[in-house]
Nanobody, 119 residues
Framework: QVQLVESGGGLVQPGGSLRLSCAVS????????MNWYRQAPGKERELVAG???????NYADSVKGRFTISRDNAKNTVYLQMNSLKPEDTAVYYC?????????????WGQGTQVTVSS
């Protein structure tokens, strides 16, 4: 079955760094666009960063210059390097895989990993 397993979350002080990983199995990873979303308490889930199957990246304005998304197709893993973390980055971070080859479309989600930025 398809599995997306996030890791690397935790508690970090403002200004610190974390690296999230999402290990993917059960799909042809290299064909999928990979995204990181986050959801803070009482807020809607929002797109943080994405990396297309071809390697093109995009970022939310709130994280540009601080976060970097990357992928390793040999390891079926996507990463999110988060630097200069702020308290407002506190959220559950979710890994998402999307293959949009209409009419064929599939999307999968991980279970999420908590990131807390606090002193």
């Amino acid at each position: 079955q398809v599995q997306l397993v996030e890791s690397g979350g935790g508690l970090v002080q403002p200004g610190g760094s974390l690296r999230l990983s999402c290990a993917v199995s059960g799909i042809m990873f290299s064909f999928y666009d990979m995204n990181w979303y986050r959801q803070a308490p009482g807020k809607e889930r929002e797109l943080v960063a994405g990396i297309a199957s071809g390697g093109t990246t995009n970022y939310a304005d709130s994280v540009k210059g601080r976060f970097t998304i990357s992928r390793d197709n040999a390891k079926n893993t996507v990463y999110l390097q988060m630097n200069s973390l702020k308290p407002e980055d506190t959220a559950v971070y979710y890994c998402n895989a999307v293959a949009d080859y209409r009419p064929h479309y599939s999307a999968y989600w991980g279970q999420g990993t908590q990131v807390t930025v606090s002193s």
